[in-house]
C-alpha cells in the first residue's frame, strides 16, 4: 500500500468460517458501505472477539481484556485500529495508543488489533487500497457474505436486535461459558 493512501472505517459485520478451508473468518465492512474485507484469523482470537461481540465477561481477565485494563492503568487510550497493508497473504495492523498528548503505534496482528478494538470502544480503519483490491477479487471469485459460514461457535456474532438475534445470542453466550479453548482445534485446517 502506498505511504498517501486514505483510511476508510470499518465495522466487524460477522465472524464465521470459511467453507473452503474451515479456518476462521472475520468479516469487516465499510461503515456505510458495502465493500467487505475478510480476515483469515486464528480459533483463538476467533474466540475473543466473539465473546467480546456475545457480550461475555468473564470474572477473571483474559489476554485481550489483561491488555485493555493494563493500557488504560498506564494512563493511556487505544484510540484507533488501522489495518494497513498485505504482505505475502498476510495482514499488517497497529494500533494507535494516546497518553496524554503523545501519540504510539505498535505492530499488531489484524485479528488481535480488533479484539481489542472491540473491547475498548476504538474504531477500526482499514486502507482504501485493501478494501478496492479485496473487491475486485470477491467480485471476480463470486463470493459474498454468505460464503462464509456461521457455526455453533459464532453463529449469532453478527450485530443485530431482533428478538431471534437476542435469543441466538444468549444461546451463544451460554455455548461460549462452557467452551474450553482445547475445542477450538477442531478448526484447524
Do not use: C
Request: hydrophobic share 40%; net charge negative.
Amino acid at each position: 500500500m502506498t505511504s498517501g493512501s486514505s483510511m476508510t472505517e470499518v465495522t466487524v459485520a460477522s465472524l464465521g468460517l470459511d467453507k473452503s478451508s474451515n479456518t476462521p473468518v472475520v468479516i469487516l465492512r465499510e461503515s456505510g458501505g458495502e465493500r467487505l474485507l475478510p480476515i483469515w484469523i486464528g480459533p483463538g482470537e476467533a474466540s475473543a472477539i466473539a465473546m467480546q461481540l456475545a457480550g461475555i465477561k468473564f470474572s477473571r481477565p483474559l489476554t485481550h481484556d489483561l491488555f485493555t485494563t493494563m493500557v488504560r492503568g498506564l494512563g493511556s487510550e487505544l484510540v484507533r485500529v488501522l489495518i494497513t497493508r498485505v504482505v505475502e497473504n498476510t495482514y499488517h495492523a497497529s494500533l494507535i495508543l494516546r497518553r496524554d498528548s503523545e501519540f504510539i503505534s505498535v505492530d499488531s496482528r489484524p485479528s488481535d488489533s480488533i479484539a481489542l478494538a472491540l473491547r475498548a470502544d476504538a474504531p477500526i480503519f482499514a486502507d482504501d487500497e485493501l478494501l478496492e483490491l479485496t473487491a475486485m477479487e470477491i467480485e471476480e471469485a463470486g463470493f459474498d457474505e454468505a460464503s462464509f459460514e456461521s457455526t455453533d461457535v459464532v453463529e449469532a456474532v453478527e450485530p443485530g436486535t431482533s428478538p431471534e438475534d437476542q435469543e441466538n445470542g444468549e444461546q451463544l453466550r451460554e455455548y461460549l461459558k462452557r467452551l474450553n479453548p482445547e475445542d477450538f482445534g477442531r478448526f484447524k485446517p
